[in-house]
C-alpha cells in the first residue's frame, strides 16, 4: 500500500525541494526514497518513472517561475517594469536552483508536453510585455527579448554556483547589468512596422 499521506503531488514537491538541494540533474529515485523514508519501489506507486518526477518538477517549477515574474510586472512599463521582472528572477533562480535547472528543458513533440508548451508560451507574452515599453518590433523585440533572457540566466547561473569570487558586492555588479541592458534597449532604433517575427521564448531556452 502507498504510504500514508503520500500522493503524487506531494512527491513531486519533495523531489523539487531536493534537487534545489543537490542538483536538478543528480536527482535519483533512490535518494528521493530516502528524503522522504520509504524504499524505492514506492515511490513507483505514486510516480511512473525518474522521467516522470522530472517532468512534473519542470512544470511546477515553470508554473510558480511565471507566477513569480508575472506578479511584479503588472502595471509596470518601461525600465521599472525590465528592473521588477530581472529582481523578480533573480530572486527565484537563486533560491531555487535545482527547479530553475529544471525549467531550462525545453518541450519535447509529444501530447504529453502540452502544457509545457502552454506555460513556454505564457512565460514568453510575460517577456513580450515587460519590454513592450521600449516600442521594439519585429526582429528587435525578439533579439531584445533573447538579450535580456541570456544576461539573466548568465548572471543567476554563475551567481548560484558561487562564481563570483572577486571582492566587490555581487549586487552592485547585478545593478551594472541591469542598467547596463536598460540603456541599450532604450538605444535600440525603431524598427518599421510591417518588419515581424515569430516569438519564441521560455524561461532560459529557447
Request: aromatic share 6%; proline share 5%; hydrophobic share 45%.
Amino acid at each position: 500500500m502507498p504510504r500514508a499521506g503520500l500522493a503524487p503531488a506531494a512527491v513531486i514537491e519533495a523531489g523539487a525541494a531536493l534537487a534545489d538541494e543537490i542538483g536538478f540533474e543528480r536527482l535519483t529515485m533512490g535518494l528521493l526514497a530516502d528524503r522522504l523514508g520509504v524504499r524505492t519501489p514506492s515511490l513507483y506507486k505514486h510516480v511512473d518513472s525518474l522521467e516522470a518526477l522530472r517532468h512534473g518538477i519542470t512544470l511546477q517549477a515553470m508554473r510558480d517561475f511565471r507566477d513569480a515574474v508575472s506578479r511584479v510586472a503588472v502595471g509596470r512599463a518601461g525600465p521599472d517594469a525590465v528592473r521588477a521582472f530581472a529582481d523578480a528572477y533573480r530572486r527565484w533562480s537563486v533560491a531555487h536552483p535545482g527547479r530553475y535547472a529544471s525549467a531550462v528543458r525545453a518541450p519535447g513533440a509529444g501530447d504529453e508536453d502540452e502544457e509545457h508548451r502552454r506555460l513556454n508560451n505564457e512565460v514568453m507574452q510575460i517577456m513580450y510585455d515587460v519590454l513592450a515599453g521600449f516600442e521594439l518590433r519585429g526582429t528587435h523585440a525578439v533579439d531584445a527579448a533573447r538579450v535580456l533572457r541570456s544576461s539573466l540566466h548568465g548572471f543567476v547561473t554563475v551567481e548560484a554556483a558561487g562564481g563570483f569570487g572577486l571582492p566587490r558586492e555581487v549586487d552592485r555588479s547585478y545593478r551594472f547589468l541591469i542598467d547596463t541592458l536598460i540603456a541599450g534597449l532604450q538605444s535600440v532604433p525603431v524598427e518599421p512596422a510591417g518588419n515581424t517575427s515569430s516569438r519564441e521564448f521560455h524561461p532560459t531556452g529557447g
